[in-house]
C-alpha cells in the first residue's frame, strides 16, 4: 500500500476509521491484532506507536473492498474543517453532505444524548 493511503504518523486514525467502516469493537480488533483493547485504545489516540507487524497487519485491512452499500456510504465520510464538535478531534469528527456543501458551525446534541451523568 503507498505512503500517501497510510501515513506513518495516523495508523491510528486509519484503525479507528476501519473500526467503524466495519463495525468492530476495540475488544474484537484486539483480537485480531494479538494485543490488549486498551493498546487499541492508544493507538487510535496516537499515545502509543503500532509495531511494524500490526502496521502491516492494518494496511492489509485498509486494502479489502467493503462489502455493502452502507460500508461505501461510511467511505464516503470526510473530515471538515467548518464543523466542530467541542472535545472532538477534528479528524474524528466527519460528515457527508448529501446536497453538495456541508454547513459551518459548531455541533451539539439534544440534551437526551449526553453521556457525562
Same mark, same amino acid.
Given at each position: 500500500m503507498s505512503d500517501t493511503l497510510l501515513k506513518?504518523?495516523?495508523? @491510528?486514525?486509519?484503525?479507528?476509521?476501519?473500526?467503524?467502516?466495519?463495525?468492530v469493537?476495540?475488544?474484537h480488533a484486539a483480537e485480531l491484532f494479538k494485543v490488549t483493547q486498551s493498546t487499541i485504545s492508544r493507538w487510535e489516540s496516537g499515545v502509543? /506507536?503500532?509495531?511494524?507487524d500490526a502496521h502491516l497487519?492494518?494496511?492489509r485491512l485498509?486494502? /479489502?473492498?467493503l462489502?455493502?452499500?452502507?460500508?461505501? /456510504?461510511?467511505a464516503?465520510?470526510?473530515?471538515h474543517a467548518g464543523l466542530e464538535l467541542p472535545g472532538i478531534p477534528a479528524e474524528y469528527f466527519q460528515a457527508l453532505a448529501f446536497? @453538495?456543501?456541508?454547513?459551518? @458551525?459548531?455541533?451539539?446534541?439534544?440534551?437526551?444524548?449526553?453521556?457525562?451523568?
Open positions: 506513518p504518523s495516523l495508523p @491510528g486514525i486509519a484503525l479507528r476509521r476501519w473500526r467503524v467502516l466495519h463495525r469493537k476495540q475488544s502509543q /506507536a503500532m509495531d511494524p497487519q492494518l494496511e485498509l486494502a /479489502a473492498r462489502e455493502s452499500a452502507a460500508d461505501q /456510504a461510511l464516503r465520510l470526510k473530515a446536497d @453538495g456543501e456541508l454547513p459551518v @458551525g459548531v455541533v451539539s446534541y439534544h440534551e437526551a444524548f449526553d453521556t457525562t451523568e
